[in-house]
């Protein structure tokens, strides 16, 4: 089993990856239309550019299943630049009206609300440019990847998701697919999809793991959910007119839902992987950083 060291090490190398990968991608300030990039590069990059949990842990169980991180880091690239345009989006006046992202101004309290929407709209584009380029220049079903991602963005997913939360009686919350509690049924739609693309993607470009995708992405959506829930703990005192499950079914309830969904997810990780797996200490060291 790795070290808390080892695995912060390799973390942090993952995370420099990615950085770079995304470096390359987003178009630079100086390049016309130059505010425009600027606001792209201040939504990906501002206030450090976060923990790019996403697409670490997609490289993380890509190393665990054998595949080369420079076949698989178009997605985990992709998959961030969708991330990063949600929290564009999500800052809107009209969305959660968030004056902050990171620390730093959200892009359009530093931008304006019509370049904040092109900058999320051109990140979301620019996520299906690097896989298109990807699918010229390497093997692997491609197709696939693009059709997983765009599903787990859309309106079965975290465009859907994001649709109901903005329901303050929660009706259109209750109208999503299954029968448990009206904030997790957004929960999956809006957070936990991404989480199922990050751990599937790499089984479908491993040739002889491709098998595994399904269950990799209820895994990686059950982690998703519990990681939303942690947060709705830390939010349940905040605005009450937002869907929150913990304000809802009280912290302790709350709090068992999540840890529930942690070992429904690592029940399928340390079947196929192993309980010594760097994604295993991946998910283990995430729990506690949410406080579960």
Not at 68 to 89: G, K, Q, R
Not at 108 to 132: I, P, Q
Not at 154 to 163: I, K, L, R, V
Not at 244 to 252: M, T
Request: hydrophobic share 45%.
């Amino acid at each position: 089993m790795m070290s808390g060291r080892e695995g912060r090490q390799a973390y942090e190398r993952r995370l420099a990856a990615v950085n770079a990968s995304l470096e390359a991608a987003v178009p630079s300030g100086d390049a016309s239309p130059a505010v425009l990039h600027e606001a792209m590069r201040h939504a990906v990059f501002g206030g450090g550019g976060g923990k790019r949990l996403r697409p670490v842990i997609l490289l993380t169980v890509a190393a665990d299943l054998g595949v080369d991180e420079a076949a698989v880091l178009p997605a985990a690239t992709a998959l961030e630049l969708i991330h990063n345009y949600s929290l564009v989006h999500d800052d809107l006046p009209c969305m959660d009206d968030a004056p902050e992202r990171r620390g730093v101004p959200s892009v359009h309290r530093a931008y304006g609300c019509g370049n904040a929407v092109l900058a999320g709209d051109a990140l979301l584009t620019l996520a299906f440019e690097v896989l298109g380029r990807a699918a010229e220049t390497g093997d692997g079903p491609w197709g696939v990847l693009v059709a997983e991602l765009a599903r787990a963005a859309g309106s079965a997913g975290m465009a859907g998701g994001q649709h109901a939360d903005l329901d303050p009686d929660g009706g259109a919350a209750l109208g999503l697919p299954g029968d448990d509690h009206a904030a997790l049924r957004v929960h999956r739609l809006k957070t936990a999809k991404l989480f199922g693309f990050a751990f599937s993607a790499p089984c479908l470009l491993a040739p002889d793991r491709q098998a595994w995708a399904a269950e990799f992405r209820e895994a990686g959506e059950e982690f998703g959910l519990a990681f939303q829930i942690a947060d709705d703990v830390r939010d349940a005192g905040e605005d009450a007119s937002s869907l929150n499950y913990a304000r809802d079914v009280g912290e302790l309830a709350a709090r068992r839902t999540a840890e529930a969904a942690v070992a429904r997810c690592l029940a399928v990780v340390d079947r196929r992987l192993g309980s010594a797996s760097e994604t295993s200490a991946l998910v283990r060291e995430a729990v506690r950083d949410m406080g579960l």
